[in-house]
Every structure is written in C-alpha cells, then in structure tokens.
C-alpha cells in the first residue's frame, strides 16, 4: 500500500548535502568519533577491538541501563533500543492501532507523527490536535483534546518539545493528559526526541514515561545530544507483554542495533548532560541573535520564540515560502523550510538554532532578503 511523501525528507535529501547555509536543521552541533570517545573517557583502539556480530535484540544491557540513567522511574528492563530513532515511530503505528482504532495527532508535526498513523490507521481515523498562533508563543488547548476523543480513540501522539513550534507544555498540563489518557484507557506516544533541550526561565518537563504507564516514549541521540549521524534512538515502554508486541515488529525492521552504534552511544551516555549543556547553550546563543533579527524585521516576519527544543515556526508575510525556498536554495545556496511540510501552511518557516553556522546562515539570508524585495 501506497504511502503519503514524507516532504521534509525529500526536501532535506534534496538540498541538505548542496547547501552552505543551512537555517531549518532540527539537529544538533554534531562531534567527531574521536572526540566523543576522549571526553567519555575512551579510546579509537579500544573501539576498534569491537567485534561486528549481531547485539542483543532489545539492545546491549550497559547501554539500556545508560539510558534508564536519563530518566527518573524508567529501568533498563523498560527500554528497546531501535535501528533508528524514526523506526520508533513506525513500530508504534504497528503495535498500538487495530482496525477501527481512532488516533489524535498534533499539527503542524514532524511528519512521520501524522503521516505514519493515517497509513496504518486510515487518514479518516486520524484527528488534529491543532496549534494555535498565540501573541508570543504557540498554545495548545486541553479542552480542544477533550473534545477530540471519543469512543474509538486508541491512542494520542505528541511531541514534546516540540517540532517545529518549539512548543514545551508545563508539568500540570501533561500530568492533565495523561490523566486524560488513563481515564479512557488510552495510550500515549510521546515523541521526546528533544528531550532536556530546554531555555533557560522555562521549567524543564519530566519525560511522560516518568509520569504514567499509559505513556511510550521515544527519545534518541541525534537531536538534545547532537549525534544523528549515530542512528541512535530508543522507546520506554513499560507494560511487558506491549514491549514484547513492539518487539515483534522490530524483528521485520531492524532486529537489534548495529554494534559500532552501540558502542558509541554507550559512551556517549557517560557524557550526557555535557552534550546535552553544550547545545542549551548554543541554541540559547543563536536565539539572542535571532531575536535582533527579528525585531529589525518587524513587518516581514513574525517571531514567536521557542520555550525549547532545537526550532521555531516563524510567520513569513509572502506568497509562498515553498517557492522562495527553492529559489533560495539553488540560487543562493540558503535553506529554509516551508511550515506546510510539517502541517503549518506555506505563510510560515521553520528554523533551526543548534547549528554554529547559525549566525552566518541568518547575515546571509539578512544580505538576501535587503537586496529582494518580493520578500519584504
Ligand atoms: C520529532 C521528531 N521525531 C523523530 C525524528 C526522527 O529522528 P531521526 O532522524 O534521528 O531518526 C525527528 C527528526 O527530525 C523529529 O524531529
């Protein structure tokens, strides 16, 4: 059966690797192999004395248990570790939906949590939780949720932080939603893959699966830690005879997790919280800069500054961001993302503040957009 595009793959497949000034990436300032290894208090040589046979298939013990570590009611027994982050998404479409089942999903949303469950589910059984544009931030509203769910509701699928709003709700909210979720006999995916990446001022949020059964979460290296090239991601799931059903399905996707990455992500939760502060601090730095530029661009744009997470989903007063984002990226080797992949519509962008090259991307997209006037 066929499935939706999944646009913001295609389009970063098409440009990421050809394009020098990047101002969309969701990821993270990424470090070397060598140097994840000497700040984790390892070595090349003893990496390279790993053997390349097949791992555990819920993933290497030390590793799970280095996971359980980042969280505060989660135990190594609880965590499955993917081939990929994304897989996470696609074995949870699998395991939780039946026939019938009806499936809440945010929007906009990175579009594997909206595009994978109108797949498995059917797009009709698939109901929008919306975003809605606040003075200074993005909001979402409970009682919209309230009133989504009904007698065939299965599950609810959220992503906090947030892709692209930057959206991160307050403890009593999410103790509220998983309320919510207990009292139907619901599940909850939440995609945590931003986990921890939090501004300064905004009270940090404890993972769902610290706070409900009811809730799966999905978490991985390659954003909060800056490792995506690692393909490192797992799920918290804490219902056993659930685990085994996830498990199931994994042994059609990936069986267990590559060795090498096993290594490497093993030693990379040693450092967690340095990786982790390093990219609060550069995306809090690349934000400071931001902020000047939006308030010298008054008119154009309209800037409602993330609370966390790595991005932002930015109002722009033009026709199509699409097309100018085409334009932009083979004329002026300059990538920005039209919101309208993610759900949003094609009056907004989304940007990316983790990288270094932040600020040089924003003078370059600031020297284009002076000299450009249908983009003003
Ligand atoms: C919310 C969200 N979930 C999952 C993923 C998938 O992560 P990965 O690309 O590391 O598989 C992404 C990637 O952008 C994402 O933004």
New binding site residues.
Partial sequence: MKIAPFETEHFFARYEFNTPYQLCN?DCESISIQELLSLSGDSLENFGQERLIYTESQGNAELRAGIANTYSNVSAEDIVVLG???EG?YLAARTLLDPGDEVIVLSPA?D??TRMFEHVAGSSMVKRWCFRPGEDSWELDLDELRELISNKTKLIVV?FPH?PTGYLPCRDFLNTLLGLAEQHGLYVFC?E?YFGLVQPGTEPLPSAADVSPRAIALS?L??TYGL?GL?C?WLVIQDRQLLEQFMNWKFYTSICPPGPVEYLSTAALRIWETLRDRNIARIAKNLAVADDFFERWPAVFTWRRPRAGSTALIGWDVPSVEKISHELATGEGILVQSGRMLGSDDQHMRFGFGRDSFPEALSRFEDWLSSDSTAR
């Fill in positions: 969701s990929t982050p994304v998404i990175y594997a949590l992503n892709n995609d893959m991985g390659s954003k995506p393909r991601g």
